[in-house]
């Protein structure tokens, strides 16, 4: 692995002060449960599409646990159809609020009152959940200490000189939470700026590297400047 930068806290610090903080993540009133949803459906589309999907399962009265766990199948998926893969997404969304409802006691507390290891582990064993959903629900409704790795922190990792031996997500999480303290606050705060900076800046084709705040320690541009 190489490290063009002294220490991946120097890119947290370097797009914090370029961009500040941002607050994650964005809920309208729906607490964990909102959370939960929304990073169960906004995996392979954008936030925009989302946030349709939420506001119909508000108007449809499908705002808590149980009103998803007993909800008509078609009618969920209907709701959540501008979130794509609406049919898997509705599944998912079935299968985590069963967890809660038969398991819990329908008690989101009793489930993020798990250690760590055996929550995230809980997560993945529900069918639909992947890593990256589980470390979204872990640290921003469980509040706990899981680094995300999306295809944002893979992309930019990669640019700037962070190679691991493969390209899997456990890899890059493991050099990232070695490097990093570990701190909830700051795992969600950094995810956060790494899509903030994918999204604008270092995407995926023609990346904008003459206006990266990054580029005096990206080794992509630095390559090829």
């Known amino acids: 692995m190489t490290i063009i930068s002294n220490n991946i806290i120097n890119i947290y610090y370097i797009l914090l002060d370029n961009y500040g903080n941002q607050n994650w993540w964005p809920v309208t009133g729906g607490g964990k449960f909102e959370i939960i949803v929304g990073a169960i459906l906004c995996q392979n589309v954008s936030w925009k599409n989302v946030q349709t999907s939420l506001e119909l399962l508000k108007i449809n009265n499908l ?29 998912t969304l079935k299968n985590f609020m069963a967890l809660v409802i038969e398991d819990f006691n329908g008690q989101e507390e009793k489930l993020f009152s798990l250690t760590l290891r055996d929550l995230r582990n809980t997560l993945l064993s529900i069918n639909g959940i992947g890593p990256e959903t589980a470390d979204d629900i872990i640290v921003y409704a469980a509040l706990k200490p ?5 295809q944002y922190t893979k992309r930019i990792a990669s640019r700037v000189g962070i190679t691991p031996l493969n390209n899997s997500y456990s890899e890059f999480q493991t050099i990232f939470e070695k490097k990093l303290p570990k701190d909830q606050k700051l795992y969600g705060e950094f995810h956060a700026l790494l899509d903030k900076h994918g999204s604008n800046i270092c995407t995926k084709k023609n990346p904008l590297c003459e206006k990266c705040c990054l580029q005096n320690i990206c080794k992509h541009y630095l390559v090829n400047k």
Do not use: G, P, T, V
């Open 63 to 91: 705002w808590d646990y149980r009103a998803i766990y007993q909800s008509n199948f078609e009618h969920l998926s209907e709701c959540i159809k501008s979130s794509r893969y609406f049919n898997q997404k509705a599944q």
């Open 146 to 150: 899981s680094f995300i790795i999306d």
